[in-house]
């Protein structure tokens, strides 16, 4: 079933509760206020990027220096993709309807199927690094958790052996994966808006593959879309990986309370404005789930309040560097495939 709510705090925190407490700080601290300015320049600036992209493929035409405009699209459609999370979670606009029309325009700018992310990514709000309830633990071709492997079967028994070598290689069918997870969507019956959806999505490919096919003689077209969805996918992966792989991992009924459900189970990444620009605010992980509706600039400066808060209250806040974060992700992953290093029965 798609999940009906919309990706903000819930309401249902009580008044004296330790999220009750922050989330009075933080308003007070008049960081949930609109950034209209921001995001104008924002969305100005990516929308150029993107245009001025198709452009200079046109341009340059028949040469292989249009693979190099391929990486560089890949990054531009990442940075659409983070625009398209940010309007979903009403950090740019209040209303809904401008929030919904606003992100599927970026959705059908990259291929993505908005219906669909939005569902799944509420979800994962609502418990993240749950393996019962986060759609992002699903063993659908690696395994989380070791319990996960002993079950597994087929390619994530196939896979889940030596997975932390495979991942970023595996990264490179992120972008067709999302492509593809977005089409398959629309099989679901429970979910709002899919003729809108569909219409976008085929609009999307439709162009796509028109331009690339027009603009470039065969072969170099097959190396550009090859060069620039594995780029794009690598980039993806890469924006959110470092947030909760390699965090603990809830099961059964472990579930505590909001504010640590969500401190606890995320990461922070340590950096600077082009980390914050590079990772589109994701780096502050931890108080985007506590306050998924805050605009993204906003939430270096509530950094420091939820840190301190979060060491008067004793509440681990974890915070590292990039490197790290890739390293502490891929370390889970090995540990997860572990029991299947230790049997070789067939799947």
Known sequence: MASTTTLHPPSSAMP???????????????????RPGYYALRITVVAGLYVGGWA???????SWWTLTVAAFLAVVFG??????HDTAHRQV??????????GRMAGAGIGMGYGWWQ?????????????????DLDPDLLVWSQDQARAAKGLPRLIGRWQAFLFFPLLTLEGFNLHVSS???????????????GALLFAHFAVYLTAVLWLLPPGMAIAFLVVHQ??????????????????????????????????????????????????????????HHLFPSMPSPNLRRARTIVRRYCEELGVDYVETGLITSYRLALTSLHQAGAPLRRTRVPA
Not at 21 to 28: H, P
Not at 79 to 84: F, R, S, W
Not at 119 to 135: G, I, V, Y
Not at 183 to 197: E, F, G, I, P, Q
Request: net charge positive; aromatic share 4%.
């Open 183 to 197: 089409v398959k969507a629309l099989a679901n019956r429970s979910l709002k808006n899919r003729a809108l959806d």
């Open 79 to 84: 940075q659409v993709a983070l625009l398209a």
């Open 93 to 102: 606009f209040r209303r809904r309807r401008a929030s919904e029309v606003s």
């Open 16 to 34: 004296g509760s330790d999220f009750a407490r922050l989330s009075r700080k933080i308003a007070d601290a008049g960081l949930m206020g609109r």
């Open 230 to 287: 594995c780029l794009f996918g690598v980039y993806l992966g890469s924006l959110f990986a470092p947030n909760h792989k390699g965090m603990p991992i809830l099961k059964g009924e472990d579930r505590p309370d909001f504010l640590r459900r969500q401190v606890l189970t995320s990461r922070n990444v340590r950096g600077g404005r082009l980390t914050d620009i590079a990772l589109g605010g994701l780096n502050h992980q931890i108080e």
């Open 56 to 62: 200079a493929v046109a341009i340059i035409g028949d």
């Open 119 to 135: 569902d799944k990514h509420t979800r994962h709000h609502a418990n993240p690094n749950h393996e019962d309830l986060d759609p």
